[in-house]
């Protein structure tokens, strides 16, 4: 079976600072992929990033940026300088390579972060 | 290039009522996918349909829900007698049927059962 843990339910730093959202998935699958949302309070589930499990190199954009480490089976997420608009809830999803049929997203319970002024 | 859209927005009824919601899909997109989400939680998968095909369902859809895609293009879940346990966003997502099968949400549904 498949899982996705994010252990922290609520963050809340003061903006500008640098902020990280842990995740930890489970699977038995050698392919997957795993995927971050953004869900502002507006409810949409916004996508940020998706990654495969063959592809561990880290990646930038912007103020955010991913570590994807296998031997740990985490896949976290760093905000630079944080704003006000970052605030949000924050989701880590997993899935396996669909052969046939639906790719399920596995998402974890979500992180709350509140980047206060 | 218009987005997934979902109506109603907001949903309040009595429980024991039949409620519908719709989805509207990107054009292109020939997968189409449910989730539901209650409060505090992440989504989870409710089902999948590619095409007008319904692939999958999770246990978590009782035979109290029923999706369609009639045409291939938008869909609709129904919840006919409503219980106070199926408060929940409901929402959609969409995707192409290629590598990575990246899905595209909606604004979802919430719906508020009395």
Known sequence: ?117 | DTGVSQNPRHKITKRGQNVTFRCDPISEHNRLYWYRQTLGQGPEFLTYFQNEAQLEKSRLLSDRFSAERPKGSFSTLEIQRTEQGDSAMYLCASSLPRLPYEQYFGPGTRLTVT
């Open chain 1, 1 to 117: 079976a498949q899982k996705v843990t994010q252990a922290q339910t609520e963050i809340s730093v003061v903006e500008k600072e640098d902020v990280t959202l842990d995740c930890v998935y489970e699977t038995r699958d050698t392919t997957y992929y795993l995927f971050w949302y953004k869900q502002p309070p507006s409810g949409e589930l916004v996508f940020l990033i998706r990654r495969n499990s063959f592809d561990e190199q880290n990646e930038i954009s912007g103020r955010y940026s991913w570590n994807f480490q296998k031997s740990t089976s985490s896949f976290n997420f760093t905000i630079t300088a944080s704003q006000v608009v970052d605030s949000a809830v924050y989701f880590c999803a997993l899935s396996a390579t669909p052969i046939q049929g639906a790719q399920k997203l596995v998402f974890g319970q979500g992180t709350r972060l509140t980047i206060n002024p």
